[in-house]
């Protein structure tokens, strides 16, 4: 047999990029860049045009001129909240793959009108989450069960912005939620990626500032969960305006614990005995890199595609559930006092 067989080219996927001129859409360009032709952009902000020259590809200011005149296999989507649904569902309905931001959708309505479109055209969604693709984070997923039966976890993720929200995330009609929707989206995933969906959630809304609260946008969520059959109970705290950045996840089980930052997994005894550790340093660009990858590798893999789906609806079916609660509060406690 020849050594010297020859390789099938695999045509690089051709890109859209869509809110390329953002605060996620430029992390994303040069690593999308790697890995796929960018053919074009849309985004109406005014520092887009120039941005599109510098990186050599045609921008559109409105979606619709960029179906028509650019042929892509997939659409990469980084808008604000109230614009993923409207753009997404454009572009499965044109027959392209989407891979965007999160949240995969806001309601379930959406999340389902999303996924019976990508099923028609036979394409794939997948949102873009993170942690997913951090190792440390793999770490614990793949040892979760040394830890036994887990019956306990305290997750939480802050920010520590010294100034109330701005731009669209300040506005309810652009944000379509507060911090459980824009930061709380990634915990509720890595959630969902180690158990099932919980049985019952009770939430508190918390507000750091007034006009955040007049807009019914909360600064601060805590939520307590509670599982089906296990009796696992775990309790999340999210904010914005906390005293440090930080994000630490601690799992109890009956035979260990298994505690996770970002840079580092350990697995414990019972009694605290440092059993394993994982730590790993990498620049973030390095997770955006294998996940965007990952994505476009996996365009025509529908068992994959079906997993990633099941995923996301579980995780919007939680958090619209908890809105849903949280907003019929708001509303009585507005009529007793009207
Ligand atoms: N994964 C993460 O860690 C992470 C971090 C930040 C933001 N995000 C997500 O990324 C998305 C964008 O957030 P951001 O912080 O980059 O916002 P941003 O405001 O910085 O960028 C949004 C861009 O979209 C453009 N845009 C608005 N409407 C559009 C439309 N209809 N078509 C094309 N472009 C449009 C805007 O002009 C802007 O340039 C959100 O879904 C957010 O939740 C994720």
Known sequence: MSGNRSKKAVPRPRVLVVGFAGHQGKEYLPVVRENADVVGGVDPAPAASSLADAWEFPHYTLLGEALARTEFDVAVVTVPHS???????????????????????????????????????????????????????????????????????????????????TGWRASRKHAMGGVLLDMGYHLIDV????????????????????????????????????????????????????????????????????????GVAVLHSIGGLPLESFTWDGPKSDIARSMIAHYLGHLDDLRYRQDHLQRQLRSVHTIEGIYRDRLREYDEIADRCA
């Open 83 to 165: 614009e993923h649904f409207p753009v997404c569902s454009e572009i499965l309905a044109h027959g392209r793959h989407v891979i965007k931001e999160k949240p995969f959708a806001v309601t379930e309505q959406e999340a389902r009108q999303l996924i019976h479109l990508a099923q028609q055209a036979d394409r794939s969604i997948f949102t873009l989450l993170q942690r997913n693709f951090n190792p440390v984070f793999r770490f614990a997923r793949e040892n979760l069960t040394r830890i036994g039966q887990p019956y306990w976890f305290s997750y939480d993720y802050h920010l520590n912005l010294a100034h109330p929200t």
């Open 191 to 262: 959630l969902s990626g180690m158990f099932p969906e919980p049985s019952q959630v009770h939430s508190a809304f918390v507000h750091h500032y007034q006009e955040m609260r007049d807009r019914r946008l909360e600064d601060l969520v805590s939520l307590m969960s509670s599982y089906p059959a296990t009796g696992l109970k775990g309790s999340l705290r999210i904010s914005r305006h906390h005293y440090e950045k930080a994000e630490h996840l601690c799992v109890l089980g009956t035979e260990g614990a298994l505690n996770v930052t970002p």
